[in-house]
């Protein structure tokens, strides 16, 4: 008789595959159930509808502002920041007395320039400049302070008209709406051409265009004379635009 060699570690796991082979079949249905199922058929894909669409309104701007500012060259720094300061204090007290105003002094700057007789800058200098911005409700008061401090030697770099915050963010609600409309228009016809309908709106996205810029209406140098005519600056209509971009689960008429 010949004998085999049996190891330990088969007759461990004999027992275990005794008991699994024993749990399949008492459980044939629990096996089953763990085995993944397949299916040769799928549900379709509900198409998709992905547009943009937009709106915009038009509106008269309703604030008003301009830009100065005072310049001064001296043959010390602290000689030139004096001169600059004084003209700027003498502006903002004069637009002090205009009612509604708001009042902005903003950059100053101090530098040093070199004397170049191909310039016809005979000796060095200090040059110190500083910027006031002056903002007036429907422009009320200002074109005529405008003239004022031009007579006070300030240089006039801007004078436009803008929308106010208040006044562009309601003006942009309305544009969301216009956009809004706008795309369910366009859905709904571009449904009814393809001989569906709109299920269900997956993602909208509102997109608000930038805000309108200030259109300058002029620019004028400095000038001397105390009995300047105050100048014209003619407020244009301005525009407002928002989008949407939408996506849009379509589906059968049935």
């Keep these: 008789m010949i004998t085999l060699p049996f190891h330990a570690a088969a007759r461990t796991a004999l027992p275990a595959l005794a008991i699994m082979v024993a749990g399949m079949s008492l459980h044939p249905l629990a096996a089953m ?6 299916s040769s058929t799928t549900a379709p894909t509900a198409p998709t509808l992905e547009l943009s669409a937009s709106g915009t309104v038009h ?12 310049e001064s ?17 003498k ?20 530098h040093h320039e070199d004397a170049d007789p191909k310039q016809n800058r005979r000796q060095s200098q200090w ?14 008061g200002l074109l005529p302070l405008v003239a004022q401090l031009q007579g006070d030697n300030l240089v006039l770099t801007q004078l436009d008209w803008s929308l106010s915050a208040p ?5 942009t609600r309305k544009a969301e709406t216009l956009a809004l ?12 051409t393809l001989k569906l309908k709109i299920g269900a709106i997956r993602t909208v996205t509102l997109d608000d265009q930038d805000f309108p810029r ?25 525009d407002v635009t928002a989008t949407v971009h939408a996506t849009l689960i379509l589906q059968d008429t049935e």
Excluded: C, W
């Design 167 to 171: 006044r562009r963010a309601e003006l």
């Design 214 to 238: 200030p259109r300058p209406m002029m620019m004028m140098a400095r000038m001397a004379s105390a009995d300047m005519t105050a100048p014209e600056a003619p407020a244009a209509m301005q």
């Design 91 to 110: 502006a903002i007290a004069t637009a002090g007395h205009t009612d509604g105003l708001s009042v902005n002094a903003e950059s100053y700057s101090v």
């Design 127 to 140: 040059i110190a400049r500083q910027t006031i911005r002056l903002t007036a409700p429907e422009g009320k």
């Design 59 to 70: 509106a008269q701007p309703d604030e008003l502002t301009a830009v100065f500012y005072a």
């Design 73 to 89: 060259r001296a043959d010390t720094a602290a000689a030139a920041q004096a001169q600059v300061n004084t003209q700027i204090s």
């Design 181 to 192: 409309q706008d795309m369910q228009q366009r859905a709904q016809a571009a449904a009814e």
């Design 33 to 38: 159930a763990q085995r993944p199922i397949f």
